[in-house]
């Protein structure tokens, strides 16, 4: 990064190794279900009537229901489809004589080491003028915030980041960077002759959120770097 005339670099870092945990475990349970089905092939007998190998509905069992209960819980289907995919994909194999673990081996493996490439891809500065937050990582999305036009600063620290002190400084602008918002939606329907009327609200909350280039996601020592944010707002 080029330093403009007078302007000092205060902060030079990128997000913690473990600020990306959760893709790991999962590219790593993946990977984990492939290497156990290559090394120990499970013979569940099943009724004549099942037209499918008990091996291939155990890894229809043992990778899709973990993978949606994954998805539920981070509000994203990209996971529940990943595996439904990767299934499919094992069982046509299966059926065409191939390794059935092979599919979540030469998922989980790339995938793991993707992540990483990913974290470092990562890069936070902070100067005596602005913040800068940038990714490259197959493509390059840049941000740089004056610190003039910064109102406030929310730190935000998971169980993780407690333990070995690393979590997201989010910069609050009065345009609404780093702002988004939670919605809740309630509705009622009543048929009346043969039509149906229905009504429904819903109630939104502004909450502290941003994607991981346009706030200091998962660095070491946050309160650190929010105290020098804030000394240069109040400065």
């Known amino acids: 990064m080029r330093l403009m005339r ?31 089905l290559w090394m120990r092939p499970l013979n569940v007998r099943l009724p004549e009537f099942l037209p499918v190998e008990g091996e291939v ?15 539920l819980i981070k509000i994203s289907w990209r996971w529940a489809l990943a595996s439904v995919i990767l299934a499919a994909l094992s069982t ?17 493996l790339p995938g793991i080491l993707s992540v990483d490439f990913y974290r470092r891809g990562h890069r936070y500065y902070v100067t005596s003028r602005r913040l800068v ?19 406030d600063v929310i730190v935000e620290i998971p169980l993780l980041g407690r333990i070995f002190n690393f979590g997201t400084v989010i910069p609050l602008t009065a345009s609404g960077l780093g702002v988004g ?12 002759s043969r039509f149906e009327v229905g009504v429904a609200g819903g109630r939104g909350v502004n909450v502290p959120r941003a994607r991981t280039f346009l706030a200091l996601y998962g660095v070491p020592d946050p309160d650190r770097i929010s105290g020098i944010i804030s000394s240069l707002i109040a400065g």
């Not at 509905?57 to 998805?71: G, Q, T």
């Open 6 to 36: 007078g302007e000092e670099l205060l902060v030079d870092t990128r997000p913690h190794p473990l600020a990306f945990a959760g893709l790991y475990v999962l590219y790593g349970y993946v990977l984990t279900v492939g290497i156990l």
């Open 57 to 71: 509905l155990s890894l229809w069992v043992v990778l899709v229901v973990p993978l949606i209960i994954a998805s």
């Open 92 to 108: 046509y194999m299966r059926m065409q004589g191939y390794p059935l673990w092979l599919p979540e081996v030469a998922f989980g």
């Open 133 to 151: 937050m940038e990714k490259r990582f197959l493509t390059v999305r840049k941000r740089e915030l004056p610190i003039s036009k910064i109102n």
């Open 181 to 192: 918002e939670d919605l809740a939606l309630a509705g009622t329907s009543m048929k009346v």
